[in-house]
Every structure is written in C-alpha cells, then in structure tokens.
C-alpha cells in the first residue's frame, strides 16, 4: 500500500526506495512490484524510468503484462 502511495504521486524515487525495503526484507519481485514501479514512471512522464523497470523485469525473466 505505501508503495501504491508514492506511485500515485508519481514519486518514482520513493516507490523505488519501498520496492527496495520490501526485497532487502526477502520479498521476491513481482509482475505486481514492477507494475506499480512502472506506474509510478508513467505518472512521472519519465520514460527513462520505465525503461529501466523493464530491463529489471527481463533480467528477472518476469514478463510484462497489459497492465505494465
């Protein structure tokens, strides 16, 4: 929910900072994970961003959806 938070404000560094934690804490990286990091990038208009969640995505073999 926190990550979702910054996302919808379009703060990709925080969304990014809460993904971390959450991974740091054991959590795997998910298609959801990602989708909210790649929401976040959208609401930002930073494409660099979006690019960089997809190559994570790939270098995790985690295929994108219609979502992301």
């Excluded at 990286?29 to 990091?37: M, V």
């Excluded at 959208?42 to 995505?57: C, K, P, S, Y």
């Amino acid at each position: 929910a926190v990550m979702s938070s910054h996302a919808k404000l379009g703060d990709m560094e925080g969304t990014e900072a809460w993904f971390r934690v959450m991974m740091d804490a054991g959590f795997q990286p998910d298609l959801i994970g990602f989708n909210i990091l790649m929401s976040a990038a959208a609401g930002n208009a930073d494409t660099e961003g979006a690019e960089a969640v997809l190559v994570r995505m790939e270098e995790l073999d985690i295929l994108p959806d219609t979502v992301t």
